[in-house]
């Protein structure tokens, strides 16, 4: 259900803006749609967990407001993320 370390590296390195970049925006919302769809199969198998239902509301929250952060500063990392992520916006 969690990120393994591994994974999220790689998430990372994927998505980072320098080598050792692990607070950018690109990289928030990249590790936190990598935890939105792990709790979307959850719920596949656990359709009655409410309790990790909210948190995955706050999971999606955070992710809008990376997103609108990232939209007011740079309109055109912005656009590359959602592409690359397959988010629709």
């Not at 939209?71 to 992520?85: E, G, N, P, T, V």
């Amino acid at each position: 259900m969690s990120i393994t370390t591994e994974s999220k590296k790689g998430i990372m390195a994927t998505y980072a803006r320098t080598q050792q970049d692990t607070g950018s925006p690109e990289v928030q919302v990249a590790l936190l749609t990598e935890r939105i769809k792990n709790l979307t199969e959850h719920f596949k198998v656990h359709p009655k967990d409410v309790h990790s239902r909210r948190g995955l509301l706050m999971l999606v929250a955070a992710r809008r407001s990376h997103l609108n952060y990232l939209k007011k500063r740079a309109a055109q990392r912005y656009a590359s993320l959602i592409q690359s992520l397959g988010l629709r916006h």
